[in-house]
């Protein structure tokens, strides 16, 4: 059943209703469009195989002949599709998020999940189709060679014309061991971790072509991966990896714009949806018969967690996608990618003349930029997305690097907050408050954490805050959301401001690498960031226990902070 929704959802993704108003573009709108299809397929079409040509077919070239190769090719018999058409609204939103593309600075072919992050389309089906079809370790041809040709799908039982599979139902190398079903019914998360192979070196592929490929990491990360990282024989010291954007509206949203206008193809909404796609794709790929519908399995991992797990959800993707695969496995992967490629005709043209050593060089040099700068670093939403109003007057630039690090709690908000709606009631109200009452430009903090697993930005990384009287030219302010004089936050909020927040500014060159690290009581006589939080402070590393509380000033707590009904 899983399979044949999935199928026919890619299909309708060609063939809209011309001149129909479309839904707004939220991943609730796609499930919603998958739980219609569910209900209208027939068990018997369970065994149909899905293709990832069909989310490109209105395009050509060598992404196509990778799909092909690695996942199967097949051509859809349109008149199969009349009897699973959608409502006319969501069949004209699978059109518009068929293919993912960046051009004139928007975005298109993603969607608004539910923890605020965006989302390509693209690339999470291709991982549900890779994983609907088993992990497959495939063999490399040794010589150049055509794609498979496209097999019309004619019934149910059609298979796809597929290249010689060496594996199936493995983790990511071909050594590593099968989960079993028990595994994954007890918690998910273990089926999608214990998928570590032993690494293996690049240092033969001066002499030696790669022999095997993973077919579900090429087809979503590996190929886009090297492919942007290529520019003729050189390697692009920095392609805008990552790159955020804004909705024109948050309750339906239509339009995304890239706040980087020389963004690359891999933006934050593309490396999401293919994180995505991995994670679900080899969960799928471990869960025996019968499977979950694909709209109850998507509004888990958009939700409180598959299966019930939290720590399974799209908030945390980048901590589950680090402990998916090492950073030398994914190079392996992009590397073979790089070089089936060279192998499918027509070769790409940046691709005729590398040897082996250069595609190993570009696929680790790739891979370092995507674990440091995207899977090592804390996932921050922007301004936009919290609906912060605008900076009044002119902002004050800071002199970066900076060497210090200030760590607040906001006391109020009191509870922390644990999901976008609230998270951005508090951001939204502390900048009212900051705004109105103080009579500050803006709310007051650099960046705020909650616990939702998401870092919420306020000034951000260049403009002088309002956070530490008398030391806000020198360092940033942090704050964790909620009131730490007794509890502690989430280790995973503890974990972002220890260790991934600060590491990130370091590498891009916003913060020292010998940065002190402060609480707010050191500089400014208060309370914050409470006791109990202070104490855990005092043992992290950077912390610097020689500087002496402020008395000129005095200062308490912050009043209490009224959320708004509109906040909520």
């Given at each position: 059943?899983?399979?044949?929704?999935?199928?026919?959802?890619?299909?309708?993704?060609?063939?809209?209703?011309?001149?129909?108003?479309?839904?707004?573009?939220?991943?609730?709108?796609?499930?919603?469009?998958?739980?219609?299809?569910?209900?209208?397929?027939?068990?018997?079409?369970?065994?149909?195989?899905?293709?990832?040509?069909?989310?490109?077919?209105?395009?050509?070239?060598?992404?196509?002949?990778?799909?092909?190769?690695?996942?199967?090719?097949?051509?859809?018999?349109?008149?199969?599709?009349?009897?699973?058409?959608?409502?006319?609204?969501?069949?004209?939103?699978?059109?518009?998020?068929?293919?993912?593309?960046?051009?004139?600075?928007?975005?298109?072919?993603?969607?608004?999940?539910?923890?605020?992050?965006?989302?390509?389309?693209?690339?999470?089906?291709?991982?549900?189709?890779?994983?609907?079809?088993?992990?497959?370790?495939?063999?490399?041809?040794?010589?150049?060679?055509?794609?498979?040709?496209?097999?019309?799908?004619?019934?149910?039982?059609?298979?796809?014309?597929?290249?010689?599979?060496?594996?199936?139902?493995?983790?990511?190398?071909?050594?590593?061991?099968?989960?079993?079903?028990?595994?994954?019914?007890?918690?998910?998360?273990?089926?999608?971790?214990?998928?570590?192979?032993?690494?293996?070196?690049?240092?033969?592929?001066?002499?030696?072509?790669?022999?095997?490929?993973?077919?579900?990491?090429?087809?979503?990360?590996?190929?886009?991966?090297?492919?942007?990282?290529?520019?003729?024989?050189?390697?692009?010291?920095?392609?805008?990896?990552?790159?955020?954007?804004?909705?024109?509206?948050?309750?339906?949203?239509?339009?995304?714009?890239?706040?980087?206008?020389?963004?690359?193809?891999?933006?934050?909404?593309?490396?999401?949806?293919?994180?995505?796609?991995?994670?679900?794709?080899?969960?799928?790929?471990?869960?025996?018969?019968?499977?979950?519908?694909?709209?109850?399995?998507?509004?888990q991992y958009y939700g409180a967690g598959v299966a019930g797990h939290p720590g399974l959800r799209s908030n945390f993707r980048r901590q589950n996608g680090a402990a998916l695969t090492s950073a030398t496995t994914l190079a392996q992967q992009v590397w073979r990618a790089l070089a089936l490629l060279q192998k499918l005709r027509p070769i790409h043209p940046q691709l005729q003349d590398m040897s082996q050593e250069q595609l190993a060089q570009v696929a680790t040099y790739a891979t370092q930029e995507f674990t440091e700068v995207f899977l090592g670093c804390p996932a921050i939403h922007p301004r936009c997305r919290w609906g912060a109003e605008p900076y009044r007057g002119s902002p004050t630039p800071l002199k970066l690097p900076l060497g210090f690090l200030y760590v607040h709690h906001t006391y109020i908000p009191a509870s922390p907050c644990t999901d976008l709606v609230r998270c951005a009631a508090s951001m939204r109200s502390m900048q009212r408050f900051h705004q109105n009452t103080h009579g500050w430009d803006d709310i007051g903090y650099s960046f705020v954490v909650g616990s939702d697993g998401y870092v919420y930005e306020g000034r951000g990384w260049h403009w002088v805050g309002a956070h530490t009287r008398g030391h806000n030219t020198r360092g940033f302010g942090v704050a964790f959301v909620g009131n730490y004089t007794a509890a502690l936050p989430t280790e995973a909020a503890l974990r972002t401001v220890r260790d991934l927040l600060p590491r990130c500014a370091v590498r891009a060159g916003l913060l020292r690498p010998d940065y002190a690290l402060l609480g707010h009581r050191q500089l400014v006589r208060t309370h914050c960031p409470g006791d109990a939080l202070f104490r855990l402070l005092s043992t992290w590393p950077h912390f610097s226990a020689t500087v002496k509380p402020r008395t000129e000033r005095s200062r308490r707590e912050p009043p209490t902070l009224i959320l708004e009904a509109t906040d909520l």
């Amino acid at each position: 059943m899983v399979q044949g929704v999935l199928w026919i959802l890619l299909g309708l993704l060609l063939w809209p209703e011309p001149g129909t108003a479309s839904m707004p573009l939220l991943m609730d709108s796609v499930i919603q469009a998958l739980a219609e299809l569910e209900q209208k397929a027939p068990a018997t079409n369970t065994s149909y195989v899905i293709s990832a040509r069909l989310l490109s077919a209105q395009s050509s070239g060598p992404h196509n002949h990778l799909h092909h190769f690695l996942l199967g090719a097949q051509s859809l018999n349109t008149d199969k599709l009349d009897t699973y058409t959608l409502s006319p609204g969501l069949q004209f939103l699978t059109k518009e998020v068929a293919q993912h593309a960046v051009r004139g600075g928007q975005e298109y072919g993603v969607v608004l999940a539910p923890d605020g992050s965006t989302v390509a389309v693209e690339p999470l089906l291709v991982g549900l189709e890779a994983g609907l079809q088993g992990h497959r370790v495939i063999n490399l041809p040794l010589d150049s060679t055509d794609a498979p040709q496209d097999v019309e799908a004619t019934a149910p039982d059609t298979e796809p014309n597929i290249p010689d599979v060496i594996a199936t139902s493995s983790g990511l190398g071909d050594s590593s061991p099968g989960v079993t079903s028990t595994d994954v019914e007890a918690n998910p998360l273990d089926a999608i971790t214990s998928f570590l192979d032993v690494p293996t070196s690049l240092s033969n592929a001066k002499t030696k072509s790669p022999t095997t490929i993973d077919s579900l990491l090429a087809v979503i990360v590996a190929e886009n991966l090297g492919m942007t990282f290529i520019q003729g024989p050189q390697i692009q010291s920095h392609p805008g990896l990552g790159a955020e954007g804004c909705w024109d509206q948050l309750s339906a949203p239509r339009t995304f714009t890239l706040l980087d206008p020389k963004a690359s193809v891999l933006t934050m909404a593309f490396l999401n949806g293919a994180l995505d796609g991995a994670l679900l794709g080899y969960y799928l790929s471990q869960t025996p018969e019968p499977r979950p519908p694909l709209s109850s399995l998507l509004s888990q991992y958009y939700g409180a967690g598959v299966a019930g797990h939290p720590g399974l959800r799209s908030n945390f993707r980048r901590q589950n996608g680090a402990a998916l695969t090492s950073a030398t496995t994914l190079a392996q992967q992009v590397w073979r990618a790089l070089a089936l490629l060279q192998k499918l005709r027509p070769i790409h043209p940046q691709l005729q003349d590398m040897s082996q050593e250069q595609l190993a060089q570009v696929a680790t040099y790739a891979t370092q930029e995507f674990t440091e700068v995207f899977l090592g670093c804390p996932a921050i939403h922007p301004r936009c997305r919290w609906g912060a109003e605008p900076y009044r007057g002119s902002p004050t630039p800071l002199k970066l690097p900076l060497g210090f690090l200030y760590v607040h709690h906001t006391y109020i908000p009191a509870s922390p907050c644990t999901d976008l709606v609230r998270c951005a009631a508090s951001m939204r109200s502390m900048q009212r408050f900051h705004q109105n009452t103080h009579g500050w430009d803006d709310i007051g903090y650099s960046f705020v954490v909650g616990s939702d697993g998401y870092v919420y930005e306020g000034r951000g990384w260049h403009w002088v805050g309002a956070h530490t009287r008398g030391h806000n030219t020198r360092g940033f302010g942090v704050a964790f959301v909620g009131n730490y004089t007794a509890a502690l936050p989430t280790e995973a909020a503890l974990r972002t401001v220890r260790d991934l927040l600060p590491r990130c500014a370091v590498r891009a060159g916003l913060l020292r690498p010998d940065y002190a690290l402060l609480g707010h009581r050191q500089l400014v006589r208060t309370h914050c960031p409470g006791d109990a939080l202070f104490r855990l402070l005092s043992t992290w590393p950077h912390f610097s226990a020689t500087v002496k509380p402020r008395t000129e000033r005095s200062r308490r707590e912050p009043p209490t902070l009224i959320l708004e009904a509109t906040d909520l």
